[in-house]
């Protein structure tokens, strides 16, 4: 079993920037792909990045350039940067960890809300 707690959201204006954590605790070990996925009101939930454990990234096309993805020292940690947000950018992002037991593991989610 592996746990995640997210946090770094928040409320900002157009044209700021977040950072979102999340730290995985429980069978670490076995984590091989972090990633984040957000879902705006009334749609689904889609990817906004991933990175393997060699450190290999993976974006949304739409979100090139304006939000980059890491992994912590400790690999147990994914991090988000979020710059030059627009309101569009508004949704709660959950983070996800894939395993080497191809299981998958979802966070609770923490809520960007950009303003104009």
Do not use: H
């Not at 889609?46 to 990234?57: D, E, K, P, Q, Y």
């Not at 739409?62 to 947000?85: D, M, P």
């Not at 627009?86 to 303003?115: H, I, L």
């Amino acid at each position: 079993q592996v746990q995640l707690v997210e946090s770094g959201g928040g409320s900002v204006q157009a044209g700021g920037s977040l950072r979102l954590s999340c730290v995985a605790s429980g069978s670490i070990f076995s984590i091989n792909t972090m990633g984040w996925y957000r879902q705006a009101p009334g749609k689904q939930r889609g990817l906004v990045a991933t990175i393997t454990s060699t450190g290999r990234t993976n974006y949304a096309d739409s979100l090139k350039g304006r939000f980059t993805i890491s992994r912590g020292n400790a690999e147990n940690t994914v991090y988000l940067q979020l710059n030059s947000l627009k309101p569009e950018d508004t949704a709660v992002y959950y983070c996800k960890v894939d395993t080497a037991g191809a299981r998958v593991y979802w966070g609770q989610g923490t809520q960007v809300t950009v303003s104009s």
